[in-house]
């Protein structure tokens, strides 16, 4: 089995910064990419950011120019840098990754359990 454990969240002003980690650990022989997603209330789970095990990213427009995702391949973590953060950026957010447990077998995603994070005033 694989866990994605996430850093803790927290309240943050608009504009400000804040910067969520989560590490993968157990049974991992690779993984592939890695995520991030969140969750507003009432909202369904949207896709944020995403790298490659190479390094590629992606963003959602929402959050692209202001967040920047990254990876440390020997920690088996990735990082969600966020910036001038807005009052809809409020969610729970969730990293994913895409593991395998050993050759041959399947890849599979995981999920963490979700942080929150709250922009307010």
């Known amino acids: 089995q694989v866990q994605l454990v996430e850093s803790e969240g927290g309240l943050v002003q608009p504009g400000g910064s804040l910067r969520l980690s989560c590490v993968a650990s157990g049974s991992i022989f690779r993984i592939n990419s890695m995520g991030w997603y969140r969750q507003a209330p009432g909202k369904q789970r949207e896709w944020v950011a995403r790298i490659t095990s190479s390094g590629k990213t992606n963003y959602a427009d929402s959050v692209k120019g202001r967040f920047a995702i990254s990876r440390d391949n020997a920690e088996n973590t990735v990082y969600l840098q966020m910036n001038s953060l807005k009052f809809d950026d409020t969610a729970v957010y969730y990293c994913?990754?895409?593991?395998?447990?050993?050759?041959?077998?399947?890849?599979?995603?995981?999920w963490g359990q979700g942080t929150q994070v709250t922009v307010s005033s």
């Open positions: 994913n990754a895409n593991c395998v447990e050993g050759p041959g077998r399947a890849f599979v995603y995981y």
